[in-house]
């Protein structure tokens, strides 16, 4: 009787397991067809403006809020802000300030609209006389789906635009962020391993990855 009764609710649980995991299989299909497929052709790219200020710091944050949601001040790094709000509107409101700082034809500070809508945002530094290229931001509106990603459609649409003499890309991205570390792996971007350019941008090692692609 209690060899039978064990049965039963082994059966009973695995039964449970593939219920839940279906479940959740498919609120995450779900959410995957809720988001809205871009049609590169029909956004309209524009540069980060004074005027922008208070729109684009609601994007910037909901954004990347949506990107960290499993990551804890602690393990960012950002232990002096009282929230990530407050980081990523401090983040927000220097690449406004450095945009607007912006005086030569070396860095650019892209907003990428639909039907006046921003669901993009890429700034763009040329180094080395135009040689290399550092991404040193790239966001989307979680919205919004974007194939490969942002930074995908970056390198092939908007650096042959704006950076055309550069040869190489950069970018940094954080160790936790395994997600993003993947999606450079899978365009051709390999870590740089000695930890130079994390230095070389002031970023901390010990929080960010330096990557790279040759790009012609």
């Not at 393990?75 to 220097?94: M, P, Q, R």
Request: charged share 25%; aromatic share 12%.
């Amino acid at each position: 009787m209690i060899k039978r009764s064990v049965f039963f609710l082994s059966k009973f649980i695995l039964l449970a397991i593939f219920l839940i995991e279906g479940s959740a299989l498919t609120q995450a299909n779900a959410a995957s067809r809720s988001a809205i497929s871009l049609d590169f052709k029909k956004i309209v790219i524009g540069t980060l403006k004074e005027a922008d200020h208070d729109k684009f710091i609601d994007f910037f944050v909901s954004s990347l809020e949506e990107t960290y949601h499993n990551f804890t001040l602690e393990k960012l790094g950002k232990t002096d802000y009282a929230s990530k709000k407050e980081w990523l509107s401090d983040v927000a409101k220097k690449e406004v300030e450095a945009a607007i700082a912006c005086k030569d034809e070396c860095s650019h500070h892209l907003l990428f609209y639909k039907d006046g809508t921003i669901v993009g945002y890429a700034s763009l530094h040329s180094e080395q006389d135009g040689k290399v290229v550092y991404l040193s931001q790239a966001c989307i509106n979680q919205d919004f789906w974007w194939g490969d990603g942002i930074v995908a459609y970056v390198v092939k649409e908007i650096l042959p635009l704006y950076t055309p003499k550069a040869i190489c890309c950069t970018l940094m991205v954080r160790t936790l962020n395994k997600y993003r570390i993947k999606k450079c792996d899978v365009i051709g971007f390999t870590v740089d391993e000695t930890g130079e350019l994390a230095k070389q941008h002031k970023r901390d090692p010990k929080h960010y990855l330096g990557m790279v692609k040759n790009i012609k």
